[in-house]
């Protein structure tokens, strides 16, 4: 009797786990617009074929294989990647073949202006760029060719979205200092791996690059003891504790400074990291922390910095410049412990309730609308504490409910410049020759890769991109692109266009899903010319959106 009533309560503990666990709202049998909803939404859209292919896979299936990209062969892309040699190379690399070199040839072409406008009259005609200028550009030219590449053509078309997500997320600026010089290591190391990992390992690998250490001025902050014994002080650095929205306090780059300076670090607690880390990285701006907990955890974080940086030096911890009292943060006491005393801080904010409800909110709100449902973000919040912040768990839990498949989510989303270039690319199906008018058009979209300044990086709300002036910009954009006059691009649109083998009604059926309201489809129907039909769908209000 015992045997049998034990066995009933496992059974019952079986059952009553198995109603608890969250249910797949996949549709078994999609219609073509759930499919497109599922490759706008996981990808950067969809391109001709691949609602079919994605209808051969099954639904649950392409999601599940988006889920875990190691699976995905996505052989493509190495041939793709093949011509762009600095985006492999160690920061350290990057600084002795480029930046260095670079930095020493505008010295020497400052000095020699400065003499030539001492001895004549009219002034000097301007230089030429030297190799080592050229070469120091060419590091932000293939970082932003690979990011196009990848986006537009590889079959991890997850992964790429979320290393967008999560760069943006941990956003650092590429036109202060020597982050530049990083910026491949940052996005190839600290966040690529960590995409659907563990949040805890994705945290820690930020908190240690050198990119974010000089983007927010940690690798300065030392303890104030120290400060008070060595007497110096960073310049322009601003009052500790100020308070900075529109961008980043800046103390001279280390381009203008002697190596001798360099070396000698300005002294003093800095709290941006700190901030930014609670206010943005984790807990949110409601998460519950105070300015003391902002000092504390700047404590915590005294000593990590970066050796040499200015020749592409990585992390290291300085035992001289940590801050060996005792913490208290959240409530929690931290013991003098060196390192660890950051690595506990990073557990702590982890692991945080607050931080499980930020980061759902986020991805929810980029997977699904700029407001997701509070029951959704509780949800997926309850599944990264239960997971230990795995975010491919959260990422599942958006992905499959009910919710992402809800007709109030089909197209509520406005895509960001990044993402309607490249959906458009897909759905023309672009070969690019040169990335660079991509990247110029970009800027131009108000959307410049690496270059956004503020720790908040780019908005991901459609108040930010929708504007009379901005939709024009992408129409012109979407002319430039099927007509052939990209000077990057040989669309199939524009090639094929006498022969109509690519036209509009195959872009509104085979990547729109058939999905044209009539008052576009009166418009594109006044093309004189396939491209121009193309043009007008691709600028067209329902293309806008995802």
Known sequence: M???????????????????KPRSAVPANPGDRAIAHVLNR???????????????????????????????????MAARLEGLQTIDKSARQLAQEYYVPAQMARIARQKQAAQDSAMTTPPPAAAPQTD??????????????????????????LEEVLVDFWFNHFNVFAGKGVTRIYLSEYEREAIRPHVLGKFGDLLQAVAESPAMLFYLDNWQSAAPAEAAMTGSQAPGRGRPGARRRGGINQPRTLADMPQAAQNRRPRGLNENYARELMELHTLGVDGGYTQKDVQEVARAFTGWTIANPRQGGSFTFEPRMHDDGEKLVLGRTIKAGGKKDGEQVLDILASHPSTARHIALKLARRFVSDNPPAELVERA????RETDGDIREVVRTIVTSPEFFAAASYRAKIKTPFEFVVSAVRAARVETVSVLPFVQSLRDLGMPLYMCQPPTGYSDKAEAWVNTGALLNRMNFAVALTSGRMRGGRGQAARAADRAQVSSDTIASAVMA??????????????TTA??????????????KR
């Open 381 to 384: 919040a309850q599944r990264f």
């Open 132 to 157: 080592a200028q050229r070469g120091e550009r060419q590091m932000m030219v293939d970082l932003s060719h690979q990011k196009i590449l990848r986006a537009a053509y590889s079959e991890r078309q």
């Open 514 to 527: 058939g999905d044209v309201s009539e008052s576009t489809s009166a418009t594109v129907a006044k093309a």
């Open 2 to 20: 015992l045997r049998a009533v034990c066995a009933c309560a496992v059974i019952s503990a079986v059952v009553v786990a198995a109603a608890e």
């Open 42 to 76: 996981l990808g950067f859209g969809p391109a001709p074929g691949d609602l079919e292919r994605v209808r051969g896979i099954g639904l649950a299936a392409y999601i599940e294989q988006q889920l875990h990209p190691e699976r995905i062969a996505d052989e493509g």
């Open 531 to 544: 491209p121009q039909a193309v043009a007008l769908l691709l600028g067209s209000p329902e293309f806008q």
